[in-house]
Nanobody, 123 residues
Framework: QVQLVESGGGLVQAGGSLRLSCTAS????????MGWFRQAPGKEREFVAT????????YYLDFAKGRFTISRDNAKNTVYLQMNSLKPEDTAVYYC????????????????WGQGTQVTVSS
């Protein structure tokens, strides 16, 4: 069992930055693929980014490319999402997730989910 706790969300003006963190319990964090997803009000959950267990492979949805960076520190059991040049349409609850499998943009591929952290971008 893995427990994931996100932090770092908040209110930021358009053009600003935030860094989200997700810390996992347990001693096997380094074996998991980690992902970030988001869900805006009235919309379906969507994939943001994913990173392989070693950090050697990362994938992003198009809206995140060039603005968001996913990274991980296995010694700290933590995955990060650095978000720059934020836009009002980035407003959502952001979730981290852990998977036993290979990096994937499919939410169904992930085995554990955090509770989410709210990101609000004002115009």
């Amino acid at each position: 069992q893995v427990q994931l706790v996100e932090s770092g969300g908040g209110l930021v003006q358009a053009g600003g930055s935030l860094r989200l963190s997700c810390t996992a319990s347990g001693r096997t964090f380094s074996t998991y693929t980690m992902g970030w997803f988001r869900q805006a009000p009235g919309k379906e959950r969507e994939f943001v980014a994913t990173i392989s267990w070693s950090g050697g492979r990362t994938y992003y949805l198009d809206f995140a490319k060039g603005r968001f960076t996913i990274s991980r520190d296995n010694a700290k059991n933590t995955v990060y999402l650095q978000m720059n040049s934020l836009k009002p349409e980035d407003t959502a609850v952001y979730y981290c997730a852990a998977s036993y499998g290979a990096p994937s943009y499919l939410g169904a591929s992930y085995d554990y989910w955090g509770q989410g952290t709210q990101v609000t971008v004002s115009s």
